[in-house]
């Protein structure tokens, strides 16, 4: 496809995110379906130019568990992402409109991202960066897929400052600005796999969905290895060692530095999540014996706080619970129509 922005009509929205909005647009010389992710960015056009160049390499992705790219232009000041469009839309948009996920189902998500993710790095090098609910999509086909994946450096760069709402999925060594390696898309999908089979984020008894993080924009960037985004460059002491979780009171947890975010009853900062994912235990598929054992093990495995302890996609791909996700009988097209 040659794209130009006046060949696409607008059909409706499909969601919109921190970075910019997704509209559904048909591509009138060929009555081809899209999805339109438009993508505000304050860069220099040199800079843009670079992004869009970088984005070419989406022409490459070719997997089943990958979404396709049908290319990129710039539409000032925006720059439009041309897709794949998913009619289900994203996962979490799907468990929040018909609740938790059941387990076989969301086996066969992990199996998905793994794939999904050895191809992206197997082949191209590339490290997804930005695993969750919303970038993981489904069709009526009962096709499951992942899309927004860090290609492009600049890109990156240039969203950084305003893309806030990721540093809940970010692995313990991301948030101590550690580099961005696979294994921390792999604590990525431990969190989201939770979130899926409870419908709800796993952190939410701490912080709200709907809090505001605005306040923290510039700051909790996700993309720069490193620099402002980990807790001690926030001038927070690294480690606050809990002797008992239950001894903090909710009166302790308003006094922290940061914004206090109104949650269910409990309050805490975004700040205090982050330290909460440095310093407390990992979440667990819980209540114990609700999932099986192997699906306790696996989000276990993906959850493992040390990095070098964590196994890769590639390797996850010969865990017990994915090799039965394989073969599991569900059928996701039966499963789809039900949404
Ligand atoms: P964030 O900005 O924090 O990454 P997000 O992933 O929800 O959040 P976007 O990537 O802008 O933000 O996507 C917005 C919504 O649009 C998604 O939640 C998803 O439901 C929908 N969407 C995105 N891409 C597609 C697609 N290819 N097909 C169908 N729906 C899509
Ligand atoms: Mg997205």
Same mark, same amino acid.
């Given at each position: 496809f040659d794209l130009r922005n006046e060949d696409l009509k607008d059909l409706h929205e499909l969601g919109q995110g921190n970075g910019g909005s997704v509209k559904l647009v048909e591509?009138?010389? /060929?009555?081809k379906i899209m999805a339109k992710k438009i993508v505000l960015i304050d860069a220099k056009p040199a800079v843009r130019k670079q992004i869009l160049r970088e984005l070419?390499?989406?022409?490459n992705c070719h997997s089943k568990y990958i979404i396709s790219f049908y290319g990129a232009f710039l539409a000032d000041p925006n720059i439009c992402i041309c897709m794949e469009a998913m009619d289900k839309g994203s996962l979490d948009g799907i468990y929040k409109k018909i609740g938790p996920i059941e387990i076989d189902v969301v086996g066969k998500v992990a199996l998905a991202v793994l794939e999904g993710l050895t191809y992206l790095y197997d082949v191209h090098r590339i490290i997804h960066r930005d695993i969750k609910p919303s970038n993981i999509l489904c069709n009526s086909q009962g096709e499951i897929k992942i899309c927004d994946f860090g290609v492009s450096g600049e890109l990156i760069n240039s969203i950084a400052d305003t893309f806030?709402? /990721?540093?809940?999925?970010?692995s313990p060594e991301r948030i101590q600005g550690a580099q961005y390696t696979v294994k921390s898309d792999v604590w990525s999908l431990g969190i989201s796999l939770i979130e899926l089979a409870l419908g709800r984020f796993p952190f939410s008894e701490s912080l709200s969905d709907d809090s505001d993080l605005s306040d923290f924009e510039g700051t909790?960037?996700?993309?720069?290895?490193?620099?402002?985004?980990s807790l001690a460059s926030l001038g927070l002491p690294p480690s606050r060692k809990r002797?008992?979780?239950?001894?903090?009171s909710k009166k302790d947890k308003r006094k922290s530095k940061g914004v206090s975010l109104q949650g269910g009853g409990m309050t805490m900062s975004i700040l205090e999540l982050l330290q909460h994912i440095v310093n407390e235990p990992a979440p667990r598929l819980?209540?114990?014996?609700?999932?099986?054992e192997q699906a306790e093990q696996f989000v276990d495995s993906c959850l493992l706080k040390d990095p070098d302890q964590r196994k890769t996609p590639k390797d996850l791909l010969k865990d017990e619970w994915i090799m039965y996700s394989r073969t599991s009988p569900i059928d996701l097209e039966a499963w789809a129509s039900t949404i």
């Open positions: 591509h009138t010389p /060929t009555g070419q390499i989406m022409h806030v709402g /990721t540093s809940t999925y970010m909790l960037s996700p993309a720069r290895p490193g620099s402002m985004n002797d008992n979780k239950s001894a903090t819980t209540p114990e014996g609700r999932f099986p």
